[in-house]
């Protein structure tokens, strides 16, 4: 078994231009429900390991420390593009294919009106740490 980490990144674009603070309550439901079945299924096949939502990047705060005095703490990321990212699951699975498998069906997940939103899904393996006394 190999984990990954699944990165859901929220675009503004391809397949849903409309922020989810903007959609019907009826397509928010859907959209939430949708990700608790995914993550049931997920947690059934025993390839689930953990999933969670992300606060927006006006909560987010940027850390830079030198070991010394007072860490620096700013507002942001504030990227120039609408991209930000929304959540992610780690997954322990077989293989890529079946990672890319899961990453596929969460990408889509259903927008207003029920049609997918294309939620870019990056898909990264989770290395483990080197041995320091190696």
Known sequence: MTKFLLLLNYEGGEGCDVPMSEWAPEDIRAHIAFQHELNADLM???ELVEAQG?????????VTFSGEGVPVVTDGPFA???????????????????????????S???GP?????????????VMGAPDPDA
């Open 80 to 106: 120039e593009s609408k991209e930000w990212l929304a959540g992610y699951r780690m997954v322990d699975v077989e293989s890529e294919a079946r990672a890319v498998e899961i990453a596929a069906r969460a």
């Open 108 to 110: 889509a997940s259903p």
């Open 54 to 62: 992300l606060a927006g990047p006006e909560l987010a705060k940027i």
């Open 113 to 125: 009106g029920g049609v997918p939103i294309r939620q870019p899904v990056e898909v990264r393996q």
């Open 44 to 46: 059934a096949s025993g």
